[in-house]
């Protein structure tokens, strides 16, 4: 797995200034070919981790917990799945697959493999 982690530096920009929480999960998203945005201490989040290492693919994970400006993300998670639980949440080539409950279905239906092959996360 590959986390993202970001060096700050002694100055953070005031709250309501930068960028847009939305823009940034839709840049961050559209960067790797799997992004998910987890929760270190979530153990659902643990669970989608684990799902996809065992399939051989390697995400970008970006623990909300640990960024400056991951709980404005997590709120714009949240309205952007219409759900009251913000994590785990997964981007496939740039697009949202959605939490936990969409993977596991995609998994079991068999749709999973493909989306990753096509988006370059998965080669066999």
């Known amino acids: 797995m590959h986390y993202q982690t ?16 939305l823009e ?13 945005f ?6 659902m989040c643990h669970a989608i981790k684990r ?3 065992g399939m051989g693919v390697n995400p970008t994970v970006y623990e909300l ?4 400006r991951g709980k404005d993300m997590e709120k714009a998670l949240m309205r952007l799945l219409a759900s009251s639980s913000a994590v785990p949440v ?3 080539g740039g ?3 959605g939490a936990m409950d969409r993977v596991m279905a995609s998994h079991i239906s068999g749709t999973l ?12």
Do not use: H
Request: proline letters at 7%; hydrophobic letters at 50%.
């Open 51 to 53: 799902l996809f290492c």
């Open 113 to 124: 493999v493909p989306l990753l092959k096509e988006a370059g996360a998965l080669w066999l």
């Open 6 to 21: 970001q060096s700050w530096g002694a100055y953070v920009a005031p709250r309501n200034m930068g960028v847009d929480p």
């Open 90 to 92: 997964v981007f496939i």
């Open 38 to 43: 987890s929760m270190s201490t979530c153990c």
């Open 24 to 36: 940034r999960i839709e840049k961050l998203a559209s960067e790797n070919a799997v992004v998910i």
């Open 65 to 68: 917990d640990e960024d400056p």
């Open 95 to 97: 697009k949202l697959v």
